[in-house]
């Protein structure tokens, strides 16, 4: 199984950046509130609760607390599973989510390495 997720690390096009925080996750009326694992420009892995009982056939709402009380909402899609990981890919982010999180990321893999995702990512939503 950690082969499985060493070949999807290998797959990915944008780089994840490793967080140690908390992270609010909501599907319906259910809560979970997890152990972020990493986060890019396009998804997060996120730890696998014992008590997770989510339908994955529905989208799912992420809360992410930042410094000085900031917090970034969004929406994402469950692609993949493996033991103790879970993976998604965000639904959509508005640009001010959007900016917010390369700001994130920007302080941990450099404010180039961010740049150059966010043109490839406005090339793919083209």
Known sequence: MAENFAATQERRAFTR???????????GSKMWALQLLDISLT?????????????????FSFMLRLAEGRELEFHAHLVHMDP??????????????LNELAATLA?????????????????LQD
């Open 17 to 27: 950046l490793t967080l140690d925080s908390l992270i609010e996750v909501r599907q």
């Open 43 to 59: 998804g997060l892995g996120v730890s696998e609760p014992e008590d997770w009982d989510a339908d994955y056939s529905h989208p």
């Open 84 to 97: 103790g990981h879970i993976g998604f890919e965000f639904a959509h982010l508005d640009p001010e989510p």
């Open 107 to 123: 302080g941990g893999l450099g404010r180039d390495v961010v740049d150059r995702e966010l043109a490839v990512l406005a090339s």
